[in-house]
């Protein structure tokens, strides 16, 4: 049998989708290890046992470690789609009509990340910064700022409130306190971000007194970090 041009591609057509379909299988491995990962370190700090990482991600450790060799390497792909989905979340709440409301839909969808959580992950050291990490924090940084500035312009954000603010405050609003595990802890970082943002309200900033500046850290209180914690990356 002759073997003609159309046999060839017809054969390679073949050969080539073989390739995709294995890509395909370790992209989903991949993805169900970093969603599985996020939630164990939610659940157990830094020190999360990799094996159960393996195990609610349905895979062997030894797919674990051909896609992640170590845990700094796995720590720092869960630490980047969070901010990336963060940072999605503002993009989006700024497409809302009312700044003060697309501000406060940002903040309950950064509750639902439970950024707070990876607070401990990051301050050990265990997320190393990388070109991806620090495109990702420009990206929020940049949303954030659109977001809040829109809110301010519209007289609806009190003075002096700056994007740190908000981030800190999600990130100990929904950081869970050692060793806790109380049913209701998701309901109840809702309402507590729900009371910090009533208190944002310009409404509320008429007999306050002012704020302290940006780079004034509170009375008797170590100077504050210049970035916002679990936004940002250790060197």
Do not use: W
């Amino acid at each position: 049998m002759t073997v003609t041009v159309e046999n060839v591609e017809t054969v390679g057509n073949k050969d080539t989708r073989r390739a995709p379909r294995t890509r395909a299988d370790a992209l989903r491995n991949r993805e169900r290890i970093v969603a599985a990962a996020r939630e164990v370190l939610v659940e157990f700090g830094p020190d999360a046992p990799l094996d159960e990482i393996a195990r609610r991600a349905g895979i062997g450790n030894a797919t674990l470690y051909r896609h992640f060799p170590d845990r700094h390497a796995l720590v720092h792909d869960v630490v980047v789609s969070v901010i990336v989905r963060i940072a999605d979340h503002a993009e989006e709440a700024a497409r809302g009509s009312d700044p003060f409301t697309a501000l406060c839909a940002f903040a309950h969808a950064a509750v639902e990340e439970r950024v707070g959580a990876l607070c401990g992950v990051v301050s050990c050291g265990y997320a190393p910064h990388s070109e991806a990490l620090g495109a990702e924090h420009e990206r929020l940084q940049s949303a954030l700022d659109a977001l809040m500035e829109r809110a301010r312009a519209a007289g609806q954000l009190r003075p002096g409130v700056g994007t740190d603010d908000l981030m800190i405050a999600l990130s100990q609003l929904t950081r869970p306190l050692p060793g806790s595990h109380c049913p209701g802890i998701d309901a109840a970082a809702h309402r507590h971000v729900h009371l910090f943002l009533d208190g944002l309200r310009a409404v509320h900033a008429t007999d306050a007194p002012e704020l302290p500046g940006p780079d004034a850290p509170p009375t008797g209180s170590r100077p504050r970090r210049t970035e916002a914690p679990c936004t940002s990356a250790r060197s």
